[in-house]
């Protein structure tokens, strides 16, 4: 049940037809893994915490540097040089004293990714580097958890939600390695996709509205223009193709 307080302080949400009582319910009772708490995981960690979220699951293994604070707004000066995960876990509770915060301090790798990841409706897709999202995306098919997968170059973002053996998965989408650089962002784009990839959560949480499964958002912060692609299901796709 909803508390008196909880009532209250999610008014303006609970009175949103789709929602409801009903669908804070489902919110206070969701569990959401957020991997990375850098430039996504940091706005998508925020309003899944303020939204009222029972549990948010951090994994970060970095600590914060000053070059971050263009964008990783769970992080400020004074947490530099501290853990990702800590700094995280303070200014969420801070936020919202009532969500559980739950941190791994790890790299994630092949030998734990499958251990971090049980026991979580939703995973946020905030890594920042292929390989990594490649051992989260086959893990949220191996445990049939949704992954909502975000992106980002400059002022140039993406965002699509994967349903395993629903709809396309991230390795539908690549073939071959993608090189190695040091992408550049401006940390409103971050702002804009994680807040996306926060509300696609909510919106699969709560069971409303229509996911981004098998479809593609790009966003063009210069132009600021929003396409769509459509991304089918690769029947040879070595994560999801036996499904």
Known sequence: MLTTREKERFQRQ??????????QLKLKRARVLIAGAGGLGSPAAIYLAVAGVGTLGIVDHDTVAL???????????????????????????????????ETVTETLTKANVNRVVTGFDVIIDAMDN????????????????????????GFEGRAMTILPGRS????????????????????VT???????Q???AIKYIAGIGDLLSGRMLVYDGLTLKFKEF??????????CGHL
């Open 198 to 200: 926060a509300t696609e």
């Open 14 to 23: 609970i009175i949103i037809d789709e929602l409801g009582n009903e669908g």
């Open 168 to 187: 396309a998965c991230l390795q539908c989408m690549h073939a071959g390695p993608v090189p190695e650089k040091t992408v550049p962002v401006i940390g």
């Open 230 to 239: 459509k991304v089918a299901r690769n029947p040879e796709c070595q994560a």
């Open 67 to 101: 070059s971050n604070l263009n964008r990783q707004i769970l992080h400020a000066e004074e947490d530099i040089g501290q853990p990702k995960s800590d700094s995280a876990h303070r200014e969420l509770k801070r936020l919202n004293s009532a969500t559980t915060v």
């Open 190 to 196: 971050p702002a804009v996709i994680g807040s996306i």
């Open 130 to 153: 292929l390989p990594t999202r490649y051992l989260l995306n086959q893990a949220a098919i191996a445990h049939n958890v949704p992954l909502m997968h975000g992106g980002v170059d």
